[in-house]
């Protein structure tokens, strides 16, 4: 059969348009009744979609579906409009771009395409997912693609339409056990993109065992050293757990965690380092690193660090899980492997801080790790061993040791933060840990550590090797100088026994005649000559941000840094000078001497405050001082670093950034003494506390991560005028203030009242008011006391002249009681408001030495004077009158007792018949319990039944869904059942050999009968 003649479209007298060949077509394949027909039809239309997509699709769009729906038996037929229908909606790439790019672009065509099928009216979206479980290739291959290309153009709407099928998930996932790896591939495809940010179906696929069939697949492929299919794997595995609880608790239960270790561990002989030796990698074995192997190992390290993040409710049972199933090892493993791309060290690294950080048991397992590293100088092999050091000591080395000769400098910056992280995250919460660290910082001059190889050095010596000889070290990478210094700032942070440790340390050999010199101001030596010899800035920052941590909260190492006068000329000549000075090193100097003034309250100290403050106010000026600090606050290489610290950036996987010049730790120590050290550099020596108690001092750094208000970015400074109001301005009344962007300088004045009187006056008032309660306390006592008392006698003799007597006693009593207690209250509010005035009064006294303030102070201190005096008369006035009333109450009780005994004889048959009620009253309080008790008893007992009624009705839903479940599924088989039937009956009309079913047999033979009986 001639397919142009059947059509007319070639060899007829007048050549079709392609529009009413498709037209023809379209036509024919709705009309025809056979299916070679349709099927030649359509076999048309696909050849004229490629080329014709938007007529085919705007006139044989319908007529398409209408086939599939009707006709959906024949495979060749299926696959024709399955195929015509992928042309129809795939979107068109440019022919110069990749697939993947063009994959990108907007195609209206077929996005209007896309639109008409998922808006079909009989939702055909069900039957492409029922097309899912067809064993035909190429039936499931080419409806994965369409549902593909339906997800591109409207990816929303298709997810709506899935997860309304009963089944459509569960056929996605079963695409992942298909045994044809294109159809598996194009499902994991599929599956990414549809749980890209669908937490329903995240769900859903995850309860489907699809963690086993990704894992199961990861495996087969190689592991992470398999292809793009084991990316494609891990990045679905990340899709399903990514911001999703569920996923990650349903992940750990399901042992998902313990399988993480084996996608890490690579082969043994790639690392320099291992936990038993040093197997030796064989000849014929590629170790290199792929560009694929390093991406399938950072999507597995992003899943572990997912699963641990800080914050999250279930860190602490992920933590645990990991650590449970050994994934330390192989991430140390990883991050010593000096074949593999530093990206992935970095990670590695940064997974195992992950791990531990905040995690006890975790930091423990940490410190008892033992690793033997392999010594790289070959010439000594014969005569040294490798010796098993603490993982610490690796990691430390990582940090501030030599980079490998085949990655620069610049590179190998990622793996010493990773390190480094590693470190801070070992000892954060652990101050067991520090002081370790701490006890492992020896003088270097005792074991020649400077020249000694790594390999020989504890941890401490090598940070403090590298600090002093940071010449040699900032000639490789200015780096290691900077992150040892971070180093022994995490080791001092906040913890006064690793400062006192370290302060311990001098340089010098005594025995030759050498002075001791405290490390601390070997250090400050070191930095002065790096900043006389040009060195890399960041060398005299980190040394310099080291000393502020180490100074802080810490009198005694500020004595010791007192001590060489050649500290605080170089401080000042730095904070003085006008050019050729760094504007940063400017201020961390000038932030420096601010806690050297504040902290320098030891007794011992060489140069006492009243030695510092001219220096501060006269050779420095403290505006100079706050303007140089105002300056290194507002710095965009400050707010870059409190930007990193708070998240805001990230560099885990780029190079060095050129914008890091200070570190977490220092920029939280600025945040957090900020404001107490511009309050003290504008108080006098006598007014300064190390650790100030003020309430305007706390609160930290406004406008920065760690103390923004509420609504502010963090690590963004808020430009407003920043005022802090101290007093009132003598010119400008109440309303005026000093402002911090523009101190004044001025001497303080002392003040005329001293805090010590001050707060003894407070205690006195406490202690009167105190015995005032007491006071309270004895009258409210003795007229409960009495009230019994009088509640007897009046009956036994309403018209008592002494019962009268003691009700205007107790009247008169409670009279001179309110008295007092207004003139308590009268009292407090004059106290208060002189406290107030002695706040003002001093406050004024910092402000101003005006005169006029010096009087009014005067006229207070006579107030208070004659306040005390005042008081300690009233004081005296109720003593007597509480003697008095005491006297009073004593006697009104002996006249109440005797009137009680002389009545009590007249009324002994009414108090016999007044106990024969109590007891009458007792026995139905006691029955009334009884039926309390049985009541209560039976409350319990239908709150029992009702939970159990509540069960009862439960379960009969549940059976109600299920029997209603049960009948829609044989009312499914039935329709199946019929439907293959009329398949059957179709296929033998067609001439097809089928063999009758058994049901077709019973029917056959029940006809037969019939037959016979007739």
Same mark, same amino acid.
């Given at each position: 059969?001639?397919?142009?003649? &059947?059509?007319?479209?070639?060899?007829?007298?007048?050549?079709?348009?392609?529009?009413?060949?498709?037209? &023809?077509?379209?036509?024919?394949?709705?009309?025809?009744?056979?299916?070679?027909?349709?099927?030649?039809?359509?076999?048309?239309?696909?050849?004229?979609?490629?080329?014709?997509?938007?007529?085919?699709?705007?006139?044989?769009?319908?007529?398409?579906?209408?086939?599939?729906?009707?006709?959906?038996?024949?495979?060749?037929?299926?696959?024709?409009?399955?195929?015509?229908?992928?042309?129809?909606?795939?979107?068109?790439?440019?022919?110069?771009?990749?697939?993947?790019?063009?994959?990108?672009?907007?195609?209206?065509?077929?996005?209007?395409?896309?639109?008409?099928?998922?808006?079909?009216?009989?939702?055909?979206?069900?039957?492409?997912?029922?097309?899912?479980?067809?064993?035909?290739?190429?039936?499931?291959?080419?409806?994965?693609?369409?549902?593909?290309?339906?997800?591109?153009?409207?990816? !929303?709407?298709?997810?709506?339409?899935?997860?309304?099928?009963?089944?459509?998930?569960?056929?996605?996932?079963?695409?992942?056990?298909?045994?044809?790896?294109?159809?598996?591939?194009?499902?994991?495809?599929?599956?990414?993109?549809?749980?890209?940010?669908?937490?329903?179906?995240?769900?859903?696929?995850?309860?489907?065992?699809?963690?086993?069939?990704?894992?199961?697949?990861?495996?087969?492929?190689?592991?992470?050293?398999?292809?793009?299919?084991?990316?494609?794997?891990?990045?679905?595995?990340?899709?399903?757990?990514?911001?999703?609880?569920?996923?990650?608790?349903?992940?750990?239960?399901?042992?998902?965690?313990?399988?993480?270790?084996?996608?890490?561990?690579?082969?043994?002989?790639?690392?320099?380092?291992?936990?038993?030796?040093?197997?030796?990698?064989?000849?014929?074995?590629?170790?290199?690193?792929?560009?694929?192997?390093?991406?399938?190992?950072?999507?597995?390290?992003?899943?572990?660090?997912?699963?641990?993040?800080?914050?999250?409710?279930?860190?602490?049972?992920?933590?645990?899980?990991?650590?449970?199933?050994?994934?330390?090892?192989?991430? /140390?493993?990883?991050?010593?492997?000096?074949?593999?791309?530093?990206?992935?060290?970095?990670?590695?690294?940064?997974?195992?801080?992950?791990?531990?950080?905040?995690?006890?048991?975790?930091?423990s397992l940490f410190q008892r790790i033992l690793i033997t590293t392999a010594v790289e100088d070959d010439s000594n092999t014969s005569s040294q061993r490798a010796i098993p050091e603490p993982a610490i000591v690796i990691v430390i080395r990582l940090a501030v040791g030599k980079h490998p000769t085949t990655v620069s400098a610049n590179e190998y910056y990622i793996v010493r933060a990773a390190a480094t992280h590693l470190v801070q995250a070992y000892v954060g919460g652990n101050a067991d840990a520090q002081l370790a660290l701490a006890a492992t910082l020896t003088?270097?001059?005792?074991?020649?550590?400077?020249?000694?190889?790594?390999?020989?050095?504890?941890?401490?010596?090598?940070?403090?090797?590298?600090?002093?000889?940071?010449?040699?070290?900032?000639?490789?990478?200015?780096? &290691?100088?900077?992150?040892?210094?971070?180093?022994?700032?995490?080791?001092?942070?906040?913890?006064?026994?690793?400062?006192?440790?370290?302060?311990?340390?001098?340089?010098?050999?005594?025995?030759?005649?050498?002075?001791?010199?405290?490390?601390?101001?070997?250090?400050?030596?070191?930095?002065?000559?790096?900043?006389?010899?040009?060195?890399?800035?960041?060398?005299?920052?980190?040394?310099?941000?080291?000393?502020?941590?180490?100074?802080?909260?810490?009198?005694?190492?500020?004595?010791?840094?007192?001590?060489?006068?050649?500290?605080?000329?170089?401080?000042?000549?730095?904070?003085?000078?006008?050019?050729?000075?760094?504007?940063?090193?400017?201020?961390?100097?000038?932030?420096?001497?601010?806690?050297?003034?504040?902290?320098?309250?030891?007794?011992?100290?060489?140069?006492?405050?009243?030695?510092?403050?001219?220096?501060?106010?006269?050779?420095?000026?403290?505006?100079?001082?706050?303007?140089?600090?105002?300056?290194?606050?507002?710095?965009?290489?400050?707010?870059?670093?409190?930007?990193?610290?708070?998240?805001?950036?990230?560099?885990?996987?780029?190079?060095?950034?050129?914008?890091?010049?200070?570190?977490?730790?220092?920029?939280? /120590?600025?945040?957090?003494?900020?404001?107490?050290?511009?309050?003290?550099?504008?108080?006098?020596?006598?007014?300064?506390?190390?650790?100030?108690?003020?309430?305007?001092?706390?609160?930290?750094?406004?406008?920065?991560?760690?103390?923004?208000a509420s609504g502010s970015t963090p690590g963004t400074p808020r430009l407003g005028a920043t005022t802090i109001s101290r007093a009132a301005s003598p010119s400008g009344g109440a309303a005026g203030g000093i402002h911090d962007s523009a101190p004044v300088n001025r001497t303080p004045a002392e003040p005329t009242v001293a805090k010590s009187e001050f707060d003894a006056l407070h205690a006195k008032f406490v202690e009167q008011e105190s015995q005032i309660a007491e006071l309270k306390h004895t009258l409210e006592t003795s007229a409960a006391q009495a009230q019994p008392t009088l509640d007897l006698a009046k009956p036994v003799n309403d018209d008592s002249a002494h019962l009268e007597?003691?009700?205007?006693?107790?009247?008169?009593?409670?009279?001179?009681?309110?008295?007092?207690?207004?003139?308590?209250?009268?009292?407090?509010?004059?106290?208060?408001?002189?406290?107030?005035?002695?706040?003002?009064?001093?406050?004024?006294?910092?402000?101003?030495?005006?005169?006029?303030?010096?009087?009014?102070?005067?006229?207070?201190?006579?107030?208070?004077?004659?306040?005390?005096?005042?008081?300690?008369?009233?004081?005296?006035?109720?003593?007597?009158?509480?003697?008095?009333?005491?006297?009073?109450?004593?006697?009104?009780?002996?006249?109440?007792?005797?009137?009680?005994?002389?009545?009590?004889?007249?009324?002994?048959?009414?108090?016999?018949?007044?106990?024969?009620?109590?007891?009458?009253? !007792?026995?139905?309080?006691?029955?009334?319990? !009884?039926?309390?008790?049985?009541?209560?008893?039976?409350?319990?007992?239908?709150?029992?039944?009702?939970?159990?009624?509540?069960?009862?009705?439960?379960?009969?839903?549940?059976?109600?869904?299920?029997?209603?479940?049960?009948?829609?599924?044989?009312?499914?088989?039935?329709?199946?059942?019929?439907?293959?039937?009329?398949?059957?009956?179709?296929?033998?009309?067609?001439?097809?050999?089928?063999?009758?079913?058994?049901?077709?047999?019973?029917?056959?033979?029940?006809?037969?009968?019939?037959?016979?009986?007739?």
């Amino acid at each position: 059969m001639d397919f142009f003649k &059947r059509y007319g479209a070639i060899g007829g007298s007048q050549p079709q348009s392609p529009t009413e060949t498709i037209q &023809r077509m379209a036509d024919r394949a709705d009309t025809s009744t056979l299916l070679e027909d349709k099927r030649a039809a359509v076999l048309g239309l696909k050849g004229l979609s490629r080329e014709y997509k938007k007529d085919v699709g705007e006139v044989a769009l319908d007529t398409l579906l209408k086939v599939l729906k009707e006709d959906s038996e024949d495979h060749n037929l299926l696959k024709a409009i399955l195929e015509t229908l992928n042309n129809l909606c795939a979107r068109d790439s440019p022919g110069d771009a990749s697939s993947e790019a063009g994959a990108t672009l907007a195609d209206p065509v077929a996005d209007k395409f896309s639109q008409a099928i998922l808006h079909d009216s009989d939702d055909v979206i069900s039957i492409f997912l029922g097309l899912l479980g067809d064993a035909d290739f190429y039936v499931r291959y080419y409806t994965v693609q369409l549902l593909s290309a339906l997800h591109m153009c409207a990816g !929303e709407e298709l997810q709506q339409r899935v997860l309304v099928s009963p089944t459509g998930v569960g056929r996605l996932v079963d695409l992942l056990s298909d045994q044809r790896d294109i159809i598996r591939n194009e499902g994991i495809q599929l599956l990414i993109a549809m749980t890209r940010s669908n937490a329903d179906i995240q769900k859903i696929v995850a309860f489907e065992n699809a963690f086993d069939y990704l894992l199961g697949i990861v495996d087969e492929e190689g592991g992470v050293r398999g292809n793009i299919i084991v990316q494609d794997c891990l990045q679905l595995l990340h899709n399903l757990l990514n911001y999703n609880v569920s996923n990650q608790n349903f992940f750990r239960e399901t042992s998902g965690i313990q399988r993480l270790p084996s996608l890490l561990v690579t082969d043994p002989s790639q690392t320099a380092a291992g936990r038993s030796g040093h197997p030796m990698p064989d000849a014929d074995e590629d170790l290199e690193w792929t560009s694929q192997h390093a991406l399938n190992m950072l999507v597995v390290l992003d899943i572990i660090r997912m699963l641990i993040q800080p914050g999250n409710t279930n860190t602490q049972s992920n933590q645990t899980a990991m650590q449970q199933c050994g994934i330390i090892p192989p991430l /140390l493993q990883l991050a010593l492997a000096y074949e593999a791309p530093p990206t992935v060290r970095s990670q590695a690294l940064y997974a195992i801080g992950d791990v531990i950080r905040a995690h006890q048991a975790n930091q423990s397992l940490f410190q008892r790790i033992l690793i033997t590293t392999a010594v790289e100088d070959d010439s000594n092999t014969s005569s040294q061993r490798a010796i098993p050091e603490p993982a610490i000591v690796i990691v430390i080395r990582l940090a501030v040791g030599k980079h490998p000769t085949t990655v620069s400098a610049n590179e190998y910056y990622i793996v010493r933060a990773a390190a480094t992280h590693l470190v801070q995250a070992y000892v954060g919460g652990n101050a067991d840990a520090q002081l370790a660290l701490a006890a492992t910082l020896t003088p270097p001059g005792d074991i020649g550590t400077i020249t000694e190889p790594e390999q020989h050095q504890s941890a401490g010596s090598l940070i403090v090797s590298v600090l002093l000889d940071w010449r040699e070290a900032s000639k490789e990478d200015v780096w &290691r100088v900077w992150y040892a210094a971070l180093l022994l700032s995490t080791i001092l942070r906040d913890h006064s026994e690793c400062k006192e440790q370290a302060l311990k340390i001098t340089l010098g050999d005594a025995s030759k005649g050498e002075e001791p010199f405290p490390l601390i101001n070997e250090i400050m030596s070191q930095a002065r000559q790096a900043t006389q010899h040009g060195a890399d800035v960041r060398v005299s920052i980190a040394m310099l941000t080291l000393i502020s941590v180490w100074l802080v909260n810490f009198p005694k190492g500020v004595s010791v840094f007192l001590d060489e006068s050649a500290n605080i000329s170089f401080i000042v000549e730095q904070i003085s000078g006008s050019t050729g000075i760094n504007a940063l090193v400017q201020g961390v100097a000038a932030f420096m001497l601010g806690l050297v003034y504040q902290f320098d309250i030891d007794p011992e100290s060489p140069m006492s405050r009243e030695s510092l403050y001219p220096i501060i106010s006269k050779r420095v000026g403290a505006d100079q001082l706050l303007i140089r600090v105002q300056r290194l606050r507002d710095s965009k290489e400050f707010q870059y670093a409190v930007g990193l610290a708070a998240g805001t950036y990230s560099s885990a996987y780029g190079g060095a950034p050129a914008e890091v010049y200070f570190d977490g730790v220092f920029t939280d /120590l600025f945040k957090l003494h900020y404001e107490s050290f511009r309050a003290a550099v504008r108080l006098g020596p006598n007014e300064v506390m190390a650790n100030p108690s003020y309430a305007y001092l706390h609160g930290g750094m406004a406008g920065y991560a760690g103390s923004a208000a509420s609504g502010s970015t963090p690590g963004t400074p808020r430009l407003g005028a920043t005022t802090i109001s101290r007093a009132a301005s003598p010119s400008g009344g109440a309303a005026g203030g000093i402002h911090d962007s523009a101190p004044v300088n001025r001497t303080p004045a002392e003040p005329t009242v001293a805090k010590s009187e001050f707060d003894a006056l407070h205690a006195k008032f406490v202690e009167q008011e105190s015995q005032i309660a007491e006071l309270k306390h004895t009258l409210e006592t003795s007229a409960a006391q009495a009230q019994p008392t009088l509640d007897l006698a009046k009956p036994v003799n309403d018209d008592s002249a002494h019962l009268e007597q003691e009700r205007q006693l107790r009247v008169q009593a409670e009279a001179e009681r309110d008295e007092q207690a207004d003139e308590i209250a009268r009292l407090r509010t004059q106290l208060g408001d002189a406290q107030k005035q002695l706040i003002a009064s001093q406050e004024n006294c910092q402000s101003t030495s005006d005169a006029g303030d010096v009087a009014r102070i005067a006229e207070l201190e006579q107030q208070l004077s004659a306040l005390k005096l005042e008081g300690s008369q009233h004081e005296a006035n109720w003593q007597s009158q509480r003697d008095e009333l005491q006297k009073k109450l004593a006697n009104a009780e002996k006249q109440v007792v005797k009137a009680a005994a002389a009545g009590r004889n007249t009324n002994k048959k009414k108090e016999q018949q007044q106990a024969t009620e109590l007891v009458t009253l !007792e026995n139905d309080v006691k029955a009334k319990d !009884e039926q309390i008790a049985k009541l209560t008893a039976q409350v319990n007992e239908l709150s029992e039944k009702a939970k159990q009624l509540e069960l009862v009705d439960e379960l009969k839903e549940r059976l109600a869904g299920l029997e209603k479940e049960q009948e829609d599924l044989l009312v499914y088989l039935a329709d199946q059942e019929q439907q293959a039937k009329d398949n059957r009956a179709k296929l033998r009309g067609y001439g097809e050999a089928i063999p009758p079913s058994d049901d077709e047999g019973e029917d056959d033979d029940d006809e037969d009968d019939e037959d016979d009986n007739e």
